[in-house]
T-cell receptor, first 110, second 114 residues
Framework: KNEVEQSPQNLTAQEGEFITINCSYSVGISALHWLQQHPGGGIVSLFMLSSGKKKHGRLIATINIQEKHSSLHITASHPRDSAVYICAVQISGGSYIPTFGRGTSLIVHP | NAGVTQTPKFRVLKTGQSMTLLCAQDMNHEYMYWYRQDPGMGLRLIHYSVGEGTTAKGEVPDGYNVSRLKKQNFLLGLESAAPSQTSVYFC?????????????FGPGTRLTVT
């Protein structure tokens, strides 16, 4: 069983819709990382957070440490947001190795 | 400041051939990682390094070897390539310390073994 679960696995939306991607984890963590990967492309960092909420443009990430849950929201979605979104956690205790979710594939239609 | 670079970007090998993938970072990061990414499997850790001269096995190390002779470089070797090693390989690096968990990824190397 993966310690990091993402939902949904696949998501299709129409341009302009509000999108939410969820990440749940089962262990104590020091930080959580949201990453984006466009088709055939590299992996880029969106957010690193350990509490509360962060916003960058149309993207918002929240984390609830007590509930072991994080969400990535995209407001006013656009076809260029089509990508795989990956959640990764840094387990507490000084581990060098992050644990990754399997990703959520998002397609936004014009 | 190039960040994390990988060479080559694409490669086709025949079964049994060998090759080395090079990862270089110019951010003076202590930690470096090699991952493979396969459809439906997510990112899986092959090997990692916590400093120059050190390496350790990850989740899927069989068939691969690594070396970190210089802090800025992390090499991934395939001694005898197999079709099961067809994948996209990503290198990543991270600064030392608990306050800096963010990983920086290279652009990837797409490897096909026929």
């Amino acid at each position: 069983k993966n310690e990091v679960e993402q939902s949904p696995q696949n998501l299709t939306a129409q341009e302009g819709e509000f999108i939410t991607i969820n990440c749940s984890y089962s262990v104590g963590i020091s930080a959580l990382h949201w990453l984006q990967q466009h088709p055939g492309g590299g992996i880029v960092s969106l957010f690193m957070l350990s509490s509360g909420k962060k916003k960058h443009g149309r993207l918002i990430a929240t984390i609830n440490i007590q509930e072991k849950h994080s969400s990535l929201h995209i407001t006013a979605s656009h076809p260029r947001d089509s990508a795989v979104y990956i959640c990764a956690v840094q387990i507490s205790g000084g581990s060098y190795i992050p644990t990754f979710g399997r990703g959520t594939s998002l397609i936004v239609h014009p | 400041n190039a960040g994390v670079t990988q060479t080559p970007k694409f490669r086709v090998l025949k079964t049994g051939q060998s090759m080395t993938l090079l990862c270089a970072q110019d951010m003076n990061h202590e930690y470096m990682y090699w991952y493979r990414q396969d459809p439906g499997m997510g990112l899986r850790l092959i090997h990692y390094s916590v400093g120059e001269g050190t390496t350790a096995k990850g989740e899927v190390p069989d068939g691969y070897n690594v070396s970190r002779l210089k802090k800025q470089n992390f090499l991934l070797g395939l001694e005898s390539a197999a079709p099961s090693q067809t994948s996209v390989y990503f290198c990543a690096s991270r600064a030392w310390g608990e306050a800096t968990y963010e990983q920086y990824f290279g652009p990837g190397t797409r490897l096909t073994v026929t």
